[in-house]
Nanobody, 127 residues
Framework: QVQLVESGGGLVQAGESLRLSCAVSGLTFRDYAMGWFRQAPGKEREFVAAISWTGGITNYADSVKGRFAIFRDNAKNTVYLRMNSLKPEDTAVYYC????????????????????WGQGTQVTVSS
């Protein structure tokens, strides 16, 4: 059974930083691309960042480029999202997800490419 468990969310002020973690079990973590998505109240879930199974390719939404960084630690079966210079518009529930296909070439932000999802962690940024 594949499980993804996010942690690290919380309430911060604008300009501050947070690091989200997602611990994965039940699949060979090192073979799968991983992504982060978010959903704000009243809005659809949207892509934030993704990292290839090799770790060598990353992809970011334009809204977070230069502020967020995704990275992975295969020894810990964990993917991280470092979020700097947070803005109120970053407020959302953040979800990590694992690709449905092992060793996919490249990474994109398509939700349909991700088969496994965590329960989400709330990030709230006050102005």
């Amino acid at each position: 059974q594949v499980q993804l468990v996010e942690s690290g969310g919380g309430l911060v002020q604008a300009g501050e930083s947070l690091r989200l973690s997602c611990a994965v079990s039940g699949l060979t973590f090192r073979d799968y691309a991983m992504g982060w998505f978010r959903q704000a109240p009243g809005k659809e879930r949207e892509f934030v960042a993704a990292i290839s199974w090799t770790g060598g390719i990353t992809n970011y939404a334009d809204s977070v480029k230069g502020r967020f960084a995704i990275f992975r630690d295969n020894a810990k079966n964990t993917v991280y999202l470092r979020m700097n210079s947070l803005k109120p518009e970053d407020t959302a529930v953040y979800y990590c997800a694992a690709d449905r296909e092992s060793r996919r070439f490249g990474v994109r932000g398509l939700m349909t490419e991700y088969a496994y999802w965590g329960q989400g962690t709330q990030v709230t940024v006050s102005s």
